[in-house]
């Protein structure tokens, strides 16, 4: 664990599996089974060493659309003009 305070808010930092969303043009990929720090209170992240890292590789990875066609679909994005009638 890299803190156990929060530095924003002071609550309790417990350690954590999460998942992360990294954004690769108009594709989304949730990337699962994340370790990391999360605020009780505020939710703020601290990630370990390396994650920020690794998190930026696998998105620099990502941008070869033939790597990013073999990962599992679990969903679709839509589009909607906010001032669309709904
Ligand atoms: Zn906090």
Request: with cysteine.
């Amino acid at each position: 664990m890299i803190v156990s305070r929060c530095a924003i808010c002071g609550g309790k930092v417990e350690e954590r599996e999460i998942s992360e969303e990294v954004k690769i043009r108009n594709d989304f990929v949730v990337i699962e089974n994340l370790r990391a720090g999360v605020c009780v209170e505020c939710g703020e992240r601290y990630y370990p060493p390396g994650v920020v890292d690794r998190l930026r590789g696998i998105e620099r990875s990502l941008m070869d659309r033939e790597k990013l066609k073999r990962l599992d679909v679990i969903g679709s994005t839509y589009r909607l003009r906010y001032d669309a009638t709904f």
